[in-house]
């Protein structure tokens, strides 16, 4: 059984040493993309394999905004309008009028003033959760028991235990929840004062909130339905709900700002791998392939819409790679190749703790994979 997408508590520390490592690697290579920055301290040997993998994990992000997105309006259509539509008729709506204009925008800066909405929706989908968990209208005789399918009502007290296989999909989940590790030398380069200590506080503070936030989340869908909670916990509340309406609209616009910064790590990531950025180097030509990619993705969505199995396939294969594997990677061979990345006749020395610094991050990409290939494993064998 897995939960909403964003579970993120479990390996938070580990993604915030792996992501903060990324940054150091960038200023030790003084690389300024993700596979400038592989090549630069590994060397090109790989290079087209980071970048295919730094092209899919956007695109399982796409694929999850698509599915919250698609079946937050479903749902909101259905309980406050009476309007039945199917998930392809949701996606080209959301397609036309709201994620077109802004993966055409030319900067996301624009977007930079939202980023706490953002937050604050998920916030707001919490509260309204915890709401409807105190009160108990989904438990037997509540309000909202009768009006929802059996198979979402509330099942508790069965003999499945909490630490069997069926958790590892959960903890590749939980992975997908501290993405974005494609875009870390991009952040890095834009951020003001960019320092290593300054970017690890930037991860550090970012992650600690957004794991409350959704462990919270999990946590009292979990208390409210049990295991018959499903992968996008929203669905299991009552499309007549005021609150969860409310909880879906919220969750539906945090969704949509995050929608746009996987669709141009997608995209630039995508350009590069084909060997076609030069080629496309005008606001026109750019537009066009925008477009064109946009579509390719939102047709692909219309088929890929269970939430479980995306998060819990990609957070083991795209995102355990970019955000566990090739950061430890990358930052071990910077360490190694120091003297080289500085140029001949430095006398400055990699420090102890730093040599400390290479072993955990190598520990922890060993443990990090076999939870995702196990995670994998079990979540195809379990249906996610």
């Given at each position: 059984?897995?939960?909403?997408?964003g579970?993120q508590?479990?390996?938070?520390?580990?993604?915030?040493?792996?992501?903060?490592?990324t940054?150091?690697?960038?200023?030790?290579?003084?690389s300024?993309?993700?596979?400038?920055?592989w090549?630069r301290?590994?060397?090109?040997?790989?290079?087209?394999?980071?970048?295919?993998?730094?092209?899919?994990?956007p695109l399982?992000?796409?694929?999850?905004?698509?599915?919250?997105?698609?079946?937050?309006l479903?749902?909101?259509?259905?309980?406050?309008?009476g309007i039945?539509?199917?998930?392809?008729?949701?996606?080209?709506l959301?397609?036309l009028?709201?994620?077109?204009?802004?993966?055409?925008m030319k900067?996301l800066?624009?977007?930079?003033?939202f980023?706490?909405?953002?937050?604050?929706?998920v916030?707001i989908?919490?509260?309204?959760?915890?709401?409807r968990?105190l009160?108990?209208?989904?438990?037997?005789?509540?309000a909202?028991?009768?009006?929802i399918?059996?198979?979402?009502?509330?099942?508790?007290?069965?003999?499945?235990h909490?630490?069997s296989?069926?958790?590892?999909p959960f903890?590749?989940m939980?992975f997908?929840?501290?993405?974005?590790?494609?875009?870390?030398?991009r952040?890095y380069?834009?951020?003001k004062?960019?320092?290593?200590?300054?970017?690890?506080?930037v991860?550090?503070?970012?992650?600690?909130v957004?794991s409350?936030l959704y462990l919270s989340?999990?946590?009292?869908?979990?208390?409210?339905?049990?295991?018959?909670?499903?992968s996008?916990?929203?669905?299991?509340?009552?499309?007549?709900?005021?609150l969860?309406?409310?909880?879906?609209?919220?969750?539906?616009f945090s969704?949509?700002?995050t929608?746009?910064?996987?669709?141009?790590?997608l995209r630039d990531?995508?350009?590069d791998l084909?060997?076609?950025?030069d080629?496309f180097?005008?606001?026109?030509?750019?537009?066009?392939f925008?477009?064109l990619?946009?579509?390719?993705?939102?047709?692909?969505a219309?088929f890929i819409?269970d939430l479980?199995l995306?998060?819990?396939?990609?957070?083991?294969?795209?995102?355990?790679?970019?955000a566990?594997v090739?950061?430890a990677?990358?930052f071990?061979?910077a360490?190694r190749?120091?003297?080289?990345?500085?140029?001949?006749?430095?006398?400055?020395?990699?420090g102890?703790?730093?040599q400390?610094?290479v072993?955990l991050?190598?520990s922890?990409?060993?443990?990090m994979?076999v939870?995702?290939?196990?995670g994998?494993?079990?979540s195809?064998?379990?249906?996610?």
């Amino acid at each position: 059984m897995v939960l909403i997408m964003g579970s993120q508590q479990l390996p938070s520390p580990v993604a915030t040493l792996l992501k903060n490592r990324t940054g150091k690697s960038c200023e030790m290579s003084l690389s300024a993309t993700y596979r400038e920055c592989w090549e630069r301290t590994v060397g090109s040997k790989g290079g087209v394999f980071v970048a295919t993998a730094t092209t899919l994990d956007p695109l399982m992000g796409l694929f999850t905004n698509s599915a919250i997105l698609s079946q937050s309006l479903r749902f909101t259509l259905r309980g406050l309008f009476g309007i039945e539509l199917s998930i392809p008729e949701c996606l080209v709506l959301l397609a036309l009028f709201v994620l077109l204009p802004l993966c055409l925008m030319k900067n996301l800066d624009a977007l930079a003033p939202f980023s706490a909405m953002g937050m604050g929706g998920v916030f707001i989908a919490l509260t309204c959760m915890t709401m409807r968990y105190l009160d108990g209208s989904y438990l037997p005789g509540g309000a909202f028991h009768e009006e929802i399918l059996t198979e979402y009502r509330p099942q508790f007290g069965t003999d499945c235990h909490p630490w069997s296989f069926s958790v590892l999909p959960f903890l590749c989940m939980a992975f997908t929840s501290f993405d974005m590790h494609y875009n870390s030398p991009r952040f890095y380069t834009e951020l003001k004062d960019a320092s290593v200590p300054r970017f690890a506080a930037v991860c550090g503070s970012a992650f600690g909130v957004v794991s409350f936030l959704y462990l919270s989340i999990a946590v009292i869908g979990f208390l409210t339905f049990g295991e018959h909670s499903q992968s996008f916990i929203l669905n299991n509340y009552s499309s007549h709900d005021p609150l969860a309406a409310v909880a879906r609209l919220s969750m539906g616009f945090s969704a949509m700002l995050t929608y746009p910064l996987n669709f141009m790590g997608l995209r630039d990531n995508l350009l590069d791998l084909l060997g076609l950025t030069d080629k496309f180097n005008t606001q026109g030509k750019l537009r066009v392939f925008i477009v064109l990619l946009l579509c390719c993705c939102i047709f692909m969505a219309c088929f890929i819409t269970d939430l479980g199995l995306i998060s819990s396939v990609g957070g083991g294969t795209s995102v355990a790679l970019v955000a566990f594997v090739f950061p430890a990677i990358m930052f071990k061979e910077a360490v190694r190749n120091y003297y080289y990345l500085h140029g001949p006749g430095t006398d400055e020395k990699p420090g102890v703790w730093t040599q400390v610094e290479v072993w955990l991050v190598m520990s922890a990409m060993v443990v990090m994979v076999v939870l995702g290939i196990s995670g994998v494993i079990s979540s195809i064998a379990l249906g996610a």
